[in-house]
Structure formats: C-alpha cells, structure tokens
Nanobody, 123 residues
C-alpha cells in the first residue's frame, strides 16, 4: 500500500520561503509521479507541482510557477517542494500525492495522498 508522509510545514512570514518533504514508500518508486497539492480554507484542492520519479520534466501550476521547485532524492525515496516569495494566498494544507499514470501534470490522475501539512503565511 502506498504511504506518503509530509513534513516541514509551519508558519512563515510573507516574502519568505519554505521547504516541504514527502517520504514515500510501499510501491515501485521509479515508476510513479509524485506531486504536491494544496487546499486553502473554503477552496478546492489544487495541484501545485508534479515530477516523474524516473526523471524528466517537472510540472507546475500557474499560481506557483517561478516561485516553486519540486525535486527528489531517489536514494531517500523523498520528494521536496521549495517555494519562495510566499504570499498570504499560499496559506493552505499541503498534500503529497502519487500517480501511476506517469502524466505528472494531469492533476486529476493523482489518487494516493498523504495526511497533509499546514503552511500559514503571515504578513
């Protein structure tokens, strides 16, 4: 069974940066997409970034492109999300997710989820 565990959330000042980590286990690491989603209060969950664990291009939502970087450490089975120039609108619960589709920019195809980690951006 796929297991995803996020860490690294917390409170950040506007204009600051964050780095989230997701430890993945329970499946063939090199044959999936791993991604990050977020859900702000009162809003639907949205895809933020995705990357194929076998290597290749990363995908980003328009709302974070240029401010976010998704990366991975295959030796640790871990994927990271770094974001800078944070604004209040980045406040959300951030979820790690997995997809076996290998269409890493197709957010609707992610179907395994971590428990989420809260990120709060304050001004």
């Amino acid at each position: 069974q796929v297991q995803l565990a996020e860490s690294g959330g917390g409170s950040v000042q506007a204009g600051g940066s964050l780095k989230l980590s997701c430890a993945a286990s329970g499946y063939t690491y090199s044959r999936v997409c791993l991604g990050w989603f977020r859900q702000a209060p009162g809003k639907e969950r949205e895809g933020v970034a995705g990357i194929p664990t076998r290597g290749g291009r990363a995908y980003y939502a328009d709302s974070v492109r240029g401010r976010a970087t998704i990366s991975q450490d295959n030796a640790k089975n871990t994927v990271y999300l770094e974001m800078n120039s944070l604004v209040a609108e980045d406040t959300a619960i951030y979820y790690c997710a997995a997809s076996y589709s290998l269409l890493c920019g197709s957010w609707s195809l992610y179907n395994s989820w971590g428990q989420g980690t809260q990120v709060t951006v304050s001004s």
